[in-house]
């Protein structure tokens, strides 16, 4: 997947009028960080191809992911574009 450009918008009719950005900070615990990560499709489809199992996948994200929790939760900044199309 790759972000809509100008150009992909225009060869539907679309004009792109406004741009903005938007930002999220999520408070996780581990658990919560693990439970979500497991609902990316690229960690989905590795247990679903058989490359891993769901408890390989969990385990190795508890290891890697602990060591950003210095208290039992941790906040996490989510950010991204916002475009506004118009036909």
């Known amino acids: 997947r790759r972000p809509v450009t100008r150009a992909d ?20 615990s581990l658990d919560q960080l693990v439970s979500y990560l497991l609902t990316q499709t690229n960690v989905i489809d590795a247990i679903e191809k058989g490359d891993d199992n769901i408890g390989t ?3 190795w994200l508890e290891e890697e992911l602990g060591e950003l929790f210095l208290s039992p939760r941790a906040t996490f900044p989510f950010a991204g574009p916002i475009l506004y199309f118009r036909k």
């Open 57 to 59: 996948v969990t385990r």
């Open 9 to 28: 918008a225009t060869s539907y009719g679309l004009d792109l009028v406004r741009e903005d950005t938007y930002t999220n900070d999520v408070s996780f």
